[in-house]
Structure formats: C-alpha cells, structure tokens
C-alpha cells in the first residue's frame, strides 16, 4: 500500500489548507538519487505516524513554480506545513536515519501550539508567521545529471 500520496501542482495549494493535521511534504526530482533514498524511509515514516502526520511529495520537474514559490534550490527538500502554511523546513543537512525523530519533536510541538490555539480560539503566532518556524537539518548527498 502507498503511504505517501503525489500531489499534482494544481491541486498543491488547495490539498496543504485543507488538511487536518501536519502535512510533510517531499519535493524531489526524477533526476535526483537522494530524492530516490528518501521514498522507503518516507513511506515507511508515514505508515509509523498516520494519524499524526500526512506525507506527500510532488516532482518538481514537473512543476519548477513550487521550487520558486518555496525558494528550493536543492533537492531533495522536506517541508512541513500547517494548513498551508510553511512550519519547518528540512534542510539537507543530517542523516535521513534522524528523520523520524525530529518529526517527533516536531508534531509534539505543534499538538501543545495546537492545543492552546483550541482553548484560545486563535492561531498561535508560531503557526501563523508565514515564515517557517524552524529549520531542521536533513544531510544527502545532492547530485544533478550534469554534475552541478
């Protein structure tokens, strides 16, 4: 069974603010042998926290807007967000073995922000910056086709 879903581009936007809870989304490259190591560890991590996390991944050489939109200029990158809006992003500079243990960290975070927006009614200022609140270091070895 696939864990991790495609997200077309013309339904990225709209499929990310519906969300229930936390989507993780991997942005790769067919080209990208990194991107290629993370698709086992990705679907695997989402079948360890379904219910707390949603994955998703989209190629971005078929929609190069996502990687301007978000400002990737490497692949692969992960990016966390809540309600479409970017929370965390990883950035390509630890292991993908330390992975499931910053998502952790993460998701515990976002259910105590979660929590007090639901007793305040209001969205807490860390959720609601469009600015990512964290930036987490995820390390593969980048490699492009022509060798950049």
């Given amino acids: 069974m696939k864990n991790v879903i495609e997200i077309p ?3 990225f936007g709209r499929q990310l603010q519906s969300a229930r809870q936390p989507v993780l989304v991997h942005f790769y490259a067919s080209w990208s042998g990194p991107s290629h190591i993370l698709f086992p560890v990705l679907e695997t991590l989402a079948a360890e926290l379904a219910g707390e996390l949603n994955i998703r991944q989209t190629n971005l050489d078929n929609h190069p807007e996502l990687a301007r939109r978000y400002d990737l200029t490497k692949v692969p990158a992960l990016i966390l967000f809540d309600r479409g809006t970017p929370i965390a992003v990883f950035d390509g500079s630890s292991s993908p073995r ?3 243990p910053q998502l952790q960290g993460l998701l515990a975070d976002y ?11 209001a969205r807490p200022a860390a959720l609601s910056n469009r600015q990512p609140a964290a930036t987490v270091s995820l390390q593969t070895k980048r490699t492009h086709p ?3």
Avoid: F
Avoid at 111 to 121: D, F, I
């Fill in 9 to 11: 581009g013309a339904q």
């Fill in 98 to 100: 330390e992975l499931k």
């Fill in 111 to 121: 259910a105590l922000l979660h929590a007090r927006r639901n007793r305040r009614g």
């Fill in 146 to 148: 022509k060798g950049n």
